[in-house]
Structure formats: C-alpha cells, structure tokens
T-cell receptor
Framework: NAGVTQTPKFRILKIGQSMTLQCTQDMNHNYMYWYRQDPGMGLKLIYYSVGAGITDKGEVPNGYNVSRSTTEDFPLRLELAAPSQTSVYFC???????????FGPGTRLTVT | AQTVTQSQPEMSVQEAETVTLSCTYDTSESDYYLFWYKQPPSRQMILVIRQEAYKQQNATENRFSVNFQKAAKSFSLKISDSQLGDAAMYFCAYRSGDFGNEKLTFGTGTRLTIIP
C-alpha cells in the first residue's frame, strides 16, 4: 500500500491564482481530512469528509473548497490564492473504527 | 473548546539517555483520545503512541511510553534509550470521544535534538 499520497510536493502561486491540491489514499478509509500547518504551529483542520459525497468544514475553511466523489480521492481547491494561505498542507485518513489518522507527506505552498 | 499546551519549544538529550516531553490539555469531556505524533525533517507526520482516556494503564510502544494523569490533564511522552533517529518535532494531539466531532487539536510542538 502507498498509504496517503499528495501532489504536488511544492508549489508557488501568484496572488489570485487558483490550484487544486490532490490527495489519494489506497487503504479504503472512509474518513479523510485536510490540515494546514503554519510555521511554528500545530496542524489546523480545514475540511473533512466522512465518506464519498459528504464533506464538512473544520476550524479554518475560509478560502478553500473540497469535494469527495470517490472513497480514494479528496482534493482541496484554492480559488483565489492569498499570501495568508502560504503554509504546508497535509491530507490524512482513518478507518471508521480507529481514531488515529494517517498522514500524507504534505504540500508546501507559497503564495507571493 | 479544547486546548493543548506543549510548554517546551525545544528539548535536547544525550544519545542513549531518557527524555520526557510535556503536554497538558484542557477539556470538560470525560471521553477522549490523546496522541503523540512525530514529525521528522521529511515533514511526514508519524503516529508514535495513543491513549484512550477511559484506560487507566499508560500506553507503551517499545521505547516510547506515556504518563497519563487524567485528573491533572497531563499526557507526557517518555523516550528511553534515545536514538539519533528520534530527532524530530513532537506534537501532542487531542480528539474528542464524541463520534460526530472530527476535530484533532494539536499543540505547538516540541523540537527534540539528540546529542551524539
């Protein structure tokens, strides 16, 4: 199993541009999450999904959108990139019976 | 709202020695889960150990163990026989036992340096 994979690893965006961060897991996990990690801080939850077709807001959802059309994929969309969205983004997943989350390697995004 | 506090931004330990990382949390819930995650320079978040609040016995995973003091709301991580590969950021995290609450609250982390 590859676990949780994320693409791209790095990206630089100009203010106002849009992009999609990809996340895929091959563990058949129902639950998937997107977090951001700002320098010197812990992770904060952006959005999560409890299954295909179901998404919900986390702690810091403004400026982002998600969709969950399949169990495997959970893309995160930035529509109008702002410097405040410069961060490292992590995708995670878990089964329905265990609470520990398994994380992808992260995407470092810089908005200038 | 739950909060997680890691009061030690940085710690260092001699290789083969033992080190303890502190974590305290604030909650009004009685059912919850606590985790320690390791983040090496590769950025990958790796689960080190977890503790269910309803369990009195402290969790242990090889060289890693916790001291869970529920009344004091304290959840420290002890690393025995420290190895160079243990160098990383360590994050303490809290999860509600409420099935519908998916939020995982993280502390700000402790950077652990291993001295050869």
């Amino acid at each position: 199993n590859a676990g949780v994979t994320q693409t791209p690893k790095f990206r630089i965006l100009k203010i106002g541009q849009s992009m999609t961060l990809q996340c895929t897991q091959d563990m058949n996990h129902n639950y998937m999450y997107w977090y951001r990690q700002d320098p010197g801080m812990g992770l904060k939850l952006i959005y999560y999904s409890v299954g295909a077709g179901i998404t919900d807001k986390g702690e810091v959802p403004n400026g982002y959108n998600v969709s969950r059309s399949t169990t495997e994929d959970f893309p995160l969309r930035l529509e109008l990139a702002a410097p405040s969205q410069t961060s490292v983004y992590f995708c995670a997943s878990r089964t329905g019976t265990e609470y520990e989350q398994y994380f992808g390697p992260g995407t470092r995004l810089t908005v200038t | 709202a739950q909060t997680v506090t890691q009061s030690q931004p940085e710690m260092s330990v001699q290789e083969a020695e033992t080190v303890t990382l502190s974590c305290t949390y604030d909650t009004s819930e009685s059912d919850y889960y606590l985790f320690w995650y390791k983040q090496p320079p590769s950025r990958q978040m790796i689960l080190v150990i977890r503790q269910e609040a309803y369990k009195q016995q402290n969790a242990t995973e090889n060289r890693f163990s916790v001291n869970f003091q529920k009344a004091a709301k304290s959840f420290s991580l002890k690393i025995s026989d420290s190895q160079l590969g243990d160098a990383a950021m360590y994050f303490c995290a809290y999860r509600s036992g409420d099935f519908g609450n998916e939020k995982l609250t993280f502390g700000t982390g402790t950077r652990l340096t291993i001295i050869p």
